[in-house]
């Protein structure tokens, strides 16, 4: 077993070793694959219970990695946002001093999350560019007409 | 909602299906030797530390290890160990269990994370490393970490 405290590290030298064999397309491919096979509960939660669906879904995971963060919710306005004091994930790759992280790892966030809420009727953003020092946000938006 | 790191322990077991999720990915679009390469490779980079203190110290340092690793997860196992040999049983693997509990699904090489993990750890120690028996449902193993005959 690896431990599940260890899965970031594995996580990032999973990535590069897709890259070796297939590039970036290679790892864009199976962060797609994850999204669909392995965010099923953000898209029930949202699909269940609107933008709120963002709030419990994150509160789960969040404090599950320990996570320095700020969440707020305005279901009125339809706007979720994380910010990111300090990644659990990006500050365990910076203190793994014997190892490099994957250079897109960040990135991961965007694609995954962009693929489960944009078809449910909200745009997501993610700001990446303070991503190396362990900080990032992510904000989500209902869109006019979305049912959800 | 504010939350600092301090406010929680780091133990998200949901992490265990994501790997999983990743070992199928792998065996399907590049065969199972990919699993293991894979494996090998991030083991060899990330164990490192752990290989050069076993080289130093024998297997006191892998016994601290797993005793920590699987504490962390509450994991049921028993082990024994001496100068020459490390058995570690596993009643049931906390990383299985968890994914069987959730619903997630649970790779068919994901018993390499044991194989290929523990070979890599020992690779260019004096100990080799064998699973000897492992259960694909609830991953109950035993797990053998051994002095090399020359």
């Known amino acids: 077993m690896i431990a599940c405290t260890d899965f970031i590290p594995a996580y990032s030298e999973l990535f590069k070793y897709l890259h070796s064999r297939g590039g970036k397309d290679e790892v864009e491919r199976f962060w797609n694959d994850l999204s669909d096979r392995f965010l099923g509960n953000l898209k029930q939660l949202v699909e269940e219970h609107g933008i709120l669906g963002c709030w419990l879904y994150w509160s789960h995971t969040l404090n599950e990695e320990a996570a320095d963060f700020t969440m707020q919710l305005d279901e009125d306005a339809g706007v979720f946002r994380i910010e990111m004091h300090r990644c659990p994930s990006m500050s365990r790759l910076m203190e793994t001093k014997h190892m490099e992280p994957y250079p897109d790892y960040c990135r991961h966030c965007d694609v995954l999350y962009r693929r489960v809420l944009e078809p449910l009727g909200y745009t997501c953003s993610v700001d990446l560019s303070e991503c190396r020092q362990a900080r990032c946000s992510l904000t989500v938006i209902r869109s006019e007409g979305s049912p959800h | ?150």
């Open chain 2, 1 to 150: 909602m504010r939350r600092t790191a301090a406010d929680n322990p780091y133990l998200h077991q949901d992490f265990h299906g994501a790997l999983s999720v990743g070992l199928e990915y792998l065996e399907r679009r590049f065969g199972p030797e990919s699993v293991r390469e894979y494996l090998w490779g991030f083991a060899k980079r990330f164990y490192a530390p752990l290989r050069a203190d076993v080289l130093a110290r024998g297997l006191a340092p892998l016994r601290e290890y797993l005793e920590r690793m699987y504490a962390a997860e509450n994991g049921r196992i028993s082990l024994t160990c001496s100068e020459d040999e490390l058995v570690l049983r596993v009643d049931e693997c906390p990383a299985v269990a968890h994914m069987r509990r959730h619903g997630l699904p649970v790779a068919p090489l994901f018993h390499e994370t044991a194989r290929t993990v523990n070979e890599a750890i020992c690779e260019g120690t004096p100990f080799c490393a064998e699973l000897l028996e492992y259960d694909h449902q609830t991953g109950r193993s035993v797990q053998v970490f051994r002095r090399r005959t020359k």
